[in-house]
């Protein structure tokens, strides 16, 4: 790991890309901290009580629970203030590290996150208005997201270092490691359920709903298939299957709606686009190797499917049925 300040400040810059955390975030919490700084001893009281009053969790505040409950209460204060140290970023990431040593999952790390952001949430919205509440709400909740990425990525890096030293070549590690995971991921997306069309997904519409079972139907051939042993030419070949289905079901449905007058037609052909251009980059990337793609365009159609007819799709059938389409 290279020099921890420029190491941590790199990770922070690069995860507020992503997290949208600016400078403006630090001005807004030092507006409000005048109100939220006594706030920082009461989230970390809580949360260790929490940790502590649970058999599943009180091991991870390891042999000092005083000491844990006053490191954790004094970084929340140095975040409520808006006034970070110069070091703020590089402590993160010597958490990160702490977390690592003590072999602490990310995943409760990112759990507890969560927790403190609630509490957090819970005092902006009874001390503030409403506007300013999310407004400072907002600002931590970036900070928090920020320094969390910090705290994690430094845990993995170290774990990278740890497989250098002992000699472990990093590429052919990862590779490995790479071919397994995707290989358990077969294994274990064959086992979950098949997403079958119900009555809750119903618009209310025969047509509509008729054509939603079809592409329920192929989503879970397209699932048997890319879980099976079997040639990729096949998985191409359902992959092109279900595109071609769904192109035929939106033009269709797009149709139905201009026919009867739908205001939110163009709302509704606009997340449909969206849709068709992300499927075909995944189709075109099978190409050139359908099985490292098959679970990222499962999971990517079993969730855009399900939420689209349980949102936009519903929305239009009030306004067919009115017009007098069953």
């Known amino acids: 790991m290279n020099d921890l300040l420029d190491f941590a400040h790199e990770l922070a810059r690069t995860a507020g890309k992503i997290t949208g955390h600016q400078q403006n975030d630090w001005l807004i919490l030092a507006q409000t901290s005048g109100t939220t700084m006594r706030w920082g001893a009461q989230m970390a009281q809580a949360f260790t009580a929490s940790l502590a009053g649970n058999s599943a969790t009180q091991d991870l505040l390891g042999s000092n629970r005083e000491l844990r409950e006053t490191n954790l209460a004094t970084w929340l204060e140095g975040v409520l203030s808006g006034a970070p ?12 590290l702490a977390h690592a040593s003590a072999s602490v ?23 503030f208005e409403p506007v300013e509440a999310m407004r400072v709400h907002a600002a931590f909740a970036r900070v928090l997201a920020t320094a969390l990425a910090v705290m994690t990525t430094s845990a993995e890096e170290a774990t990278r270092d740890c497989l250098a030293e002992m000699g472990v070549d990093k ?18 997306r064959a086992r979950l359920p098949a997403m079958d069309w119900g009555p809750a997904l119903s618009v209310g519409i025969e047509s509509i709903d008729v054509q939603h079972r079809q592409l329920f139907a192929m989503l879970n051939e397209y699932h048997r298939a890319s879980t099976s042993e079997g040639d990729e030419a096949l998985l191409r070949q359902t992959v092109g299957d279900l595109i071609d289905y769904t192109k ?5 449905e797009e149709t139905l709606l201009e026919r009867n007058a739908y205001d939110g037609l163009e709302a509704h052909k606009d997340g449909h686009m969206r849709l068709a251009k992300q499927v075909h980059h995944f189709a075109d990337a099978a190409n050139f190797g359908a099985g490292l793609y098959a679970a990222e365009l499962y999971f990517f159609l079993r ?12 929305r239009y059938g009030p306004h067919l049925l009115e017009r007098g389409v069953r």
């Open 105 to 127: 999952p990310s995943g409760l790390v990112v759990a507890g996150a969560r927790q403190l952001e609630g509490m957090f949430l819970e005092r902006c919205i009874a001390a």
């Open 248 to 252: 035929i079901h939106f033009a269709f």
């Open 85 to 96: 140290s110069r070091a703020f970023w590089a402590e993160c990431s010597l958490v990160g």
């Open 171 to 188: 590429s052919r590690f990862h590779g490995r490691m790479k071919f397994s995971i995707q290989h358990r991921v077969r294994e274990e």
């Open 303 to 314: 969730t855009w499917l399900n939420g689209h007819i349980r949102g936009s799709d519903r």
